[in-house]
């Protein structure tokens, strides 16, 4: 994997799984790495680890709750005042979310926590990514999904008929479309989503998911899982894809619904007016 000593890395997040196992990594070859979660207290845990792998370098954390777009605001307030520059925007926080059947920004809250709430960060955050990267956390989960870009503008009829793994299939299935238009519309940044693999880790906390990485002998450790984010993070542009899904460093294609243009352009749309722009 190629240096990254000197560059700006925000995580969502990055207190705890995939999200910590790639600052760990990264504040290692060098990078100035942003924490974000949602946990104080698991995100102060964080800060420890990647205090100690970036040669004592304390990164800032930030805690923010993706079902709450107003906490999107205030993450970027705090992220412009501090960098003029951020060179990788890795949105990773997500995850399957029980409970409410809205959030209180009155969307699908699986689909708002994995997908509207870095496609909103990451549009607030444009001026300070140019040339820089955009890596969005995916799954080959999103072969369960049927996304129709009217449940992302609160229109839940048809997300409310789906079931929990067709509902998260779908918000997968929205961080591949959204990765590829992003490269369509925004030329300058090199934007990728990622399958990580099937990785212990706190994923499903508080319904039980969770539960079966933890006894599955093959599920891999969050190190595994963020190996091809790192890679995505560190690896020379040219030889990237840009709008590229990948698993396991490799350029793969995603299903035939998650690889239309089409869909993706209308996703976009959708996205923007729900976010309220």
Do not use: C
Request: charged letters at 20%; hydrophobic letters at 45%; zero cysteines.
């Amino acid at each position: 994997m190629g240096d990254l000593t000197g560059r700006t890395v925000v995580i969502t997040g990055a207190s705890s799984g995939i999200g910590l196992a790639a600052a760990v990594a990264m504040a290692r070859r060098g990078a100035h790495v942003a924490l974000v979660g949602r946990d104080p207290d698991r995100l102060a845990a964080a800060v420890a680890q990647v205090s100690a792998a970036g040669a004592g370098r304390t990164p800032p954390a930030y805690r923010a709750d993706f079902t709450r777009l107003d906490d999107v605001h205030v993450l970027v307030d705090h992220l412009r005042q501090r960098y003029e520059r951020i060179d990788v925007l890795t949105n990773n926080a997500g995850g399957v979310v029980a409970g409410a059947a809205r959030t209180v920004d009155g969307f699908e809250p699986t689909l708002q926590s994995n997908h509207l709430a870095g496609f909103l960060l990451s549009n607030l955050l444009r001026e300070q990514l140019r040339n820089g990267r955009i890596i969005n956390t995916s799954s080959a989960a999103h072969t369960w999904g049927n996304l129709d870009p009217a449940d992302v503008t609160g229109d839940l009829r048809g997300a409310r008929k789906a079931g929990m793994w067709k509902r998260y299939g779908a918000a997968k299935q929205a961080n591949i479309l959204f990765a590829a238009e992003a490269a369509r519309r925004w030329p300058d940044i090199m934007s990728a989503s990622y399958h990580p693999g099937f990785v212990r880790s706190r994923f499903g906390a508080g319904i039980g998911v969770h539960l079966v990485t933890k006894v599955t002998p093959f599920a891999k450790t969050p190190e595994q899982g963020a190996d091809t984010l790192v890679w995505l993070a560190s690896t020379p542009r040219p030889q990237l894809v840009s709008g590229g899904y990948y698993e396991k460093r490799k350029l793969i294609r995603p299903n035939a619904q998650t690889d239309d243009a089409g869909l993706a352009a209308a996703l976009w749309e959708a996205s923007m007016t729900a976010v309220g722009f």
